[in-house]
């Protein structure tokens, strides 16, 4: 199959306005599944936005050996999407028309063809899909925005805290989701706060605390790590 998306970031450095959250970061997002853990205001979803070009970012991004482009629309055309937090479906459209909207980029027959092969990964959204997306429980509807950003064909998903608000058994599935699509192929980048489980199915993670990198490294490592077990995984 075609190579697998591989992100290089150097020096990257974005916030809001005069504020900077994120300072001069050095991470790697290799093929598979990479988690980001880190507290609530640590700057994890300012790293997502950054990359997306929904926030200014300095410092040198790498897909692929070549520059990621600054504006949202050529990102995506370069193979990169974003889930964001809280999930943005059009709660008055059906499944099927929030995924059709996720096909913008391409034509009809190739949206079809896309349709058809969303709906065979997620085989729950089939049985949904002319139900509007706003009646959905909050675990289908992450599923649903999931599968809306594979209409884009990413070769890089951005996943913006998938699990949060969601009962036990859906965090499972959708983390079994993220895993199923990074083993199919697509670079995966997650942010989460559900740090034991996230680590149970990344390749890889870092830690995000205050803007800045504090550990990186295999995922069965860092669970052992003093630094997660310390700050996050203490209560277990
Ligand atoms: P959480 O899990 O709570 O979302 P996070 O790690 O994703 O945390 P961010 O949302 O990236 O954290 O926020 C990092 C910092 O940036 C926080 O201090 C936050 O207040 C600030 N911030 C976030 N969004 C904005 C904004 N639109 N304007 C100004 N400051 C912001």
Known sequence: GPQQAHLKVRNLSAGYGAFLVLRNLHFEVK???????????????????????LIPRQGIVLLDGDDLPEKTH?????GVTLVAEGRQLFPQM???ENLELGGWLCDKHERARRIEQVLADFPKL???????????????????AVARAMMSA????????????????MVDELLAIARRIADNGTTVLMVEQNVKKALAVADRGYVLERGALVASGP???????????????GAD
Request: charged share 20%; no cysteine.
């Open 94 to 96: 059906t499944v099927l």
């Open 31 to 53: 093929p598979g599944l990479t988690v980001i853990l880190g507290p609530n205001g640590a700057g994890k979803t300012t790293l997502l936005k950054a990359l997306m070009g």
């Open 154 to 169: 990413p070769r890089l998903l951005m996943l913006d805290e998938p699990s949060l608000g969601l009962a036990p058994k």
């Open 126 to 144: 089939r049985e949904r899909a002319h139900q509007l997306a706003g009646t959905m429980s909050g675990g289908e509807q992450q599923m649903v």
């Open 74 to 78: 050529e990102i995506v055309k370069a």
């Open 219 to 233: 995922a069965r490592l860092l669970e052992r790590s003093s630094v997660v077990r310390e700050a996050y995984l």
